[in-house]
């Protein structure tokens, strides 16, 4: 009996199951992220952005990431991540990032900051998002 083709069956259940898409969990109304008004570039191009953030709970590692645009809705440049304590209490997050040169100037920004979980659901980390904030915000030079 060959096990080729059990093994493409299950392969093709796998590849569904990673393209299927995973219905967001609720958030708890509770949790929260929020981002400063106003970003830093500094002259090698490092970028800053900060906020606060709150969340309870959570079975594995918690992160706060951030992005931001600037000239193009489709082109964002990820800003750094930073580990989150999950205790209910609200605390401040700072992310720091260094995008290709001259990619981001001083002036009106777009930032998404996400809080979100890696839970190790059925053994595999999947994202649980907790929180999402989406502003427009001030870059400034350092």
């Not at 800053?48 to 992160?63: D, E, I």
């Not at 964002?76 to 609200?90: F, N, P, S, V």
């Not at 040169?101 to 930032?111: F, H, M, T």
Request: glycine letters at 12%.
């Amino acid at each position: 009996m060959s096990m080729r083709p059990a093994l493409g069956a299950a392969a093709g259940a796998a590849l569904f199951l990673l393209a299927a898409p995973v219905a967001p969990a609720t958030a708890d109304p509770y949790e929260t992220v929020t981002v400063h008004p106003v970003g830093r570039i500094a002259d090698d191009g490092t970028v800053t952005l900060s906020g606060t953030y709150r969340c309870t709970g959570g079975t594995g590692p918690v992160f706060v990431s951030s992005s931001v645009g600037q000239d193009s809705p489709s082109v964002r440049h990820g800003i750094g991540g930073t580990r989150a304590l999950c205790d209910g209490l609200e605390h401040p997050w700072e992310n720091t990032g260094k995008p290709s040169p001259g990619a981001l100037k001083p002036g009106q920004a777009r930032v998404e900051a996400t809080l979100m979980e890696l839970s190790p659901d059925a053994g595999i980390p999947l994202p649980r998002f907790h929180a999402v904030q989406r502003q427009d915000i001030t870059l400034t030079e350092d």
